[in-house]
């Protein structure tokens, strides 16, 4: 699951001001990069503490915070909602109050979430690909339920129709063959499908 555009969002917790920052990030010159970026932005900051996660590779820095209080809870916070090719900045002005080992984790973790919740999660699924080629007589007979059962991806009109989709569950296999009359959809391989975006 990733975010789907730059968010932000601020908290204040006894004076201390947490500013977020979330964007998806494809490598970790990226990730660098946007750090810079909102480094030289708040060149005045007490601190600019960061989390990052694309694929296998994670990175977190406290920025200066106890160790542990900053960077940790920012990653768990973004690993607890599957996120992926995506880091978080989080940047704070310190208020005058110190909110200790505890509070500094809860603040972080936070500012993460509700951030978060500000944005547009988007998951990538795989699916099970197809072609399927036919006459007119029998594309006819079977149109319909394609395109309203099947994620369709394209369609091919020559001497024959030639459907290509993919499917969400296998036994619709069956269903296309019984319309078809045995003709059986060829599996082509796999197709990432944006899905579920969920406004949160």
């Known amino acids: 699951m990733y975010i789907k555009q730059e968010v932000s969002n601020t908290i204040v917790i006894e004076k201390s ?45 406290d920025d200066g915070e106890p160790s542990g209080t900053a960077g940790a809870p920012i990653l768990n916070a973004l690993v607890k909602n599957n996120l992926d090719e995506v880091c978080a900045l989080v940047v704070r002005y310190f208020g005058g109050t110190k909110l200790g080992t505890g509070g500094l984790i809860r603040a972080y973790s936070s500012a993460v979430s509700e951030c978060i919740k500000t944005g547009t999660l988007i998951e990538n699924i795989e699916y099970p690909k ?65 899905q579920k975006e969920q406004e949160q």
């Open 17 to 61: 001001k947490f500013i977020t920052y979330m964007k998806r990030v494809k490598s970790e010159e990226e990730f660098k990069d946007y750090l810079n970026q909102i480094k030289k932005k708040h060149y005045d900051a007490s601190h600019v503490c960061s989390g990052f996660i694309c694929h296998n590779i994670n990175r977190s820095s």
């Open 130 to 194: 197809y072609n399927l080629v036919l006459t007119y007589e029998l594309a006819n007979k079977v149109e319909h339920y394609i395109k309203n059962n099947t994620i369709l991806l394209n369609t091919k009109y020559d001497e024959n129709i030639t459907f290509q989709f993919a499917l969400d569950d296998k036994n619709k296999l069956e269903t296309i063959k019984e319309y078809t009359k045995g003709i059986v959809p060829i599996y082509i391989g796999i197709e990432n499908i944006e």
